[in-house]
């Protein structure tokens, strides 16, 4: 059985100092800790978790679109080099109102990410700096990693296939026929 | 007498010595850098946005071409990011595999490393050399996954087909082949005093900051710190394997990264033997998994990491229960490496030594933009 | 013996030493424009050793002979490969390398990568695969070789007769359009 002891520290300490701006905490595995805080809270709880509990390295920020719940969920991973531990800390922000605090005078590299999610998800931070651009140019549809960007209509407009393609068929419908399976909304709408 | 103008200059994205289809904006004084700005983006192929439109088996084959020097380890981790959330099983056998085909291809990653930091301080000799000998590993990997680049063969539950009849002696063939042509390596480039004098004290990471910066891999073993995810969170059996995570090394220049990966292609090749060896002989290596139109997974998120030949390779995987994936964030180690990083210590270097210093780094635009 | 030539003889032997010329030396770019380009270094080094075909690589546009689009093209790097292939000296080759170059290939939905490359710069050689092997890059070039021999690998030419096409082509993708205009 694995040893969690650090782990629960980590979600004791928080809940001691944090009380309820903290929800949702657990344990998911061992070293990886997941927690959800809000968006007025999540400066300081970063600010906490690296200058007091030791969590120094940003792995990652992760961002997914929940469109049918009409919010985005941004999760930042730290490490923490000692304990070799996980944290996963998530915000929810509203999707029609996409605005977030900016942490990269916590650590220099979230401005790559926050940079890549203004792009991609059209989410703005609060006093980030730095070109509009990162990866695309000269972009004017929606931001692409959007649930409601449909890549293939885009692809269908300003691009042009050789011919050779009229034959494919959608696999998971013509396996749904045979069957005579209804098939479920979600997978008729991104399985092409 | 000394000249206040500066001059912008653009390295890349057609430039031989930029480490792939990337640009570094460069304003010098002189010969020296006083501001660096990467611009990525040409690259991009919208990897996480097919995803969303792929069902999970699909999603599998796309996934290794996120980064084309190493695409071992992005199937090992989206292949592990669905195998947590959904629970399954993989076998003993499909484990030990898994870790043979990681190590070969940090092998064959390191040696297309000899060849690009030697070239880019002016050594063509190695990497004639090394990039040629890759072929030995390229050929083991055509023979058991058919590909020579792209594997797509560790896939969730498991690794697409057994071991070939007489394939271990042929690893342990070209292992000891290897093995033997790195003190030649040794010979032309690290007692070289021209390689020596490109790289000693430059591209300095200073090591109090470099966990905060983010930095991963072997540039931050090169600083002094012993970070690897095969020891730190290790995944499949490597607590189980003896090797050693170098920290001696410290100088914290592409000179000490030089070393470690000197360091680190011999214990990869160590690691490889006891795979051989620890590896039974029969046994399933998949876990099948059901009708790939209609396997869904259960809803969750997990987050895997995996260390590649430049650092840590993390994937966060989310899944809402449907047979689509809802999103794989991709992060890759050149992410941090090659922007702010990169931006930060290339101020005061020579603009010779640029391209060296992209190429310590690993910077390897496609897993930037995906 | 007081054979003389007539014009129409003539240019064909200089235009039969030109492209013989031509074939036996051809410098391509190096420009790493997609994961092609992983597949260039064992191509050019000690096993399969490109250069014993008289092929080597050529560090500037000004100085090369043909341009390897090396997999998929997003839009922002077409803009660059178009100037890169405009800046190019007569006459110049370009070879299509991988799938994703043909139709699409592996991302044939996504929304950042073009489809058809010979809509937008003239393509006189394809390789197809994903990746193509090294050999397989040989064998395009030694394609290109025999097609230059004969005389029949004018991309070039055909790109300069039909500019209005290509630039329409070109500019219905690249928004900002903000190119210098040869003069050719």
């Not at chain 2, 690893?171 to 000891?176: G, L, N, Q, S, T």
């Not at chain 3, 007569?90 to 390398?97: A, L, T």
């Not at chain 3, 003239?122 to 092997?133: A, E, K, L, S, T």
Request: proline content about 5%; some cysteine; overall charge neutral.
């Amino acid at each position: 059985m694995a040893d969690l002891t650090y782990e629960n520290k980590v979600i004791l300490e928080m809940r001691e100092h944090f009380r309820d701006k903290i929800i949702e905490t657990r344990v998911q595995r061992e070293r990886r800790v997941v927690m959800r805080t809000s968006k007025d809270n999540i400066e300081s709880v970063l600010l906490f978790l690296k200058e007091k509990m030791g969590f120094l390295h940003l792995s990652h920020i992760g961002c997914v679109d929940w469109m049918e719940e009409n919010r985005f969920e941004i999760v930042y991973i730290l490490w923490h080099p000692q304990e070799k531990i996980n944290v996963l800390v998530k915000v929810d922000i509203d999707r029609l109102n996409p605005v977030a605090p900016n942490i990269d005078y916590i650590w220099p590299q979230a401005n790559t990410y926050e940079r890549e999610m203004r792009e991609m998800f059209g989410i703005e931070f609060e006093g980030l700096v730095g070109p509009r651009e990162l990866i695309l140019e000269d972009w004017d549809d929606l931001p692409p990693m959007r649930r409601d960007f449909d890549t293939l209509h885009y692809v269908m407009e300003n691009y042009s296939f050789r011919s050779g393609r009229e034959d494919a068929q959608n696999v998971r419908e013509v396996i749904a026929n045979r069957t005579g399976e209804e098939i479920p909304e979600f997978a008729k709408k991104y399985s092409r | 007498m000394r000249n206040e103008k500066t001059t912008t200059i653009y390295l890349g994205p057609q430039h031989p010595g930029i480490t792939g289809n990337m640009m570094v904006k460069l304003e010098i004084q002189g010969d020296t850098v006083v501001k660096a700005e990467t611009h990525i983006g040409y690259l991009h192929r919208g990897f996480e946005k097919l995803m969303e439109r792929r069902n999970w088996l699909q999603s599998f084959t796309i996934v290794c071409r996120i980064c084309v020097p190493e695409p071992d380890p992005n199937e090992e981790n989206y292949a592990r990011g669905v195998e947590e959330i959904e629970g399954r099983e993989v076998p003993e056998k499909a484990r030990w595999i898994r870790m043979l085909v990681l190590e070969l291809a940090r092998i064959q990653a390191y040696l297309l490393w000899y060849g690009g930091q030697s070239g880019s301080a002016g050594l063509y000799t190695i990497g004639q050399w090394s990039v040629g000998d890759r072929n030995y590993v390229l050929d083991l990997f055509e023979e058991l996954t058919g590909g020579r680049v792209y594997h797509m063969y560790i896939w969730p539950g498991g690794v697409r087909r057994d071991l070939p009849k007489g394939f271990k002696s042929r690893v342990a063939k070209v292992m000891d082949y290897i093995e033997k042509r790195l003190d030649d390596y040794d010979r032309v480039m690290f007692d070289n005093a021209v390689f020596q004098k490109r790289t000693q004290g430059i591209g300095y990471i200073p090591p109090e900051k470099a966990i905060e910066w983010g930095v991963v891999g072997p540039p931050l073993r090169a600083a002094g710190i012993a970070s690897d995810v095969r020891k730190d969170d290790p995944y499949e059996f490597y607590d189980q394997v003896d090797f050693v995570v170098p920290d001696m090394y410290n100088t914290s220049d592409v000179w000490a990264r030089a070393l470690v990966r000197r360091f680190e292609i011999r214990q990869s090749i160590n690691i490889v033997r006891q795979i051989l060896d620890k590896m039974p002989d029969k046994g399933p290596v998949w876990n099948k998994i059901p009708n790939p139109h209609k396997w869904r997974i259960p809803r969750g998120e997990a987050y895997v990491k995996t260390e590649s030949a430049r650092g840590e390779f993390g994937y966060y995987v989310v899944s809402d229960g449907s047979e689509h994936p809802r999103r794989i964030h991709v992060r890759g180690p050149a992410y941090v490496h090659g922007i702010t990083l990169l931006e930060k210590i290339l101020v005061g270097q020579n603009i010779a030594d640029v391209s060296v210093i992209m190429n310590s780094l690993g910077t390897c635009p496609p897993e930037m933009e995906r | 013996m007081n054979y003389v030539l007539n014009d129409r003889e003539s240019a064909k032997i200089v235009e039969f030493i030109k492209n013989f010329a031509r074939k036996n030396s051809l410098w391509v770019l190096a420009y790493g424009t997609g994961c092609g380009a992983i597949e260039i270094p064992p191509t050019m080094t000690s096993r399969y050793d490109a250069e014993r075909f008289s092929v080597r690589g050529a560090a500037t546009p000004r100085q090369a002979d043909v341009l390897l689009i090396t997999g998929y093209l997003s839009v922002k790097t077409l803009k660059r490969v178009i100037r890169s292939y405009e800046q190019m000296q007569d006459p110049k080759y370009v070879i299509g390398f991988g799938s994703c170059t043909i139709n699409g290939g592996m991302y044939w939905d996504s929304y950042n990568t073009i489809k058809q490359l010979d809509l937008y710069i003239p393509v006189d050689v394809y390789i197809n695969g994903c990746m193509p092997r090294p050999e397989a890059v040989l064998a395009g070039f030694a394609k290109l070789q025999e097609l230059i021999g004969r005389g029949q690998a004018n991309g070039w030419r055909h790109y300069k007769e039909n500019l209005e096409w290509y630039r329409q082509n070109q500019r219905k993708l690249i928004k900002n359009w903000k190119m210098p205009d040869y003069n050719w």
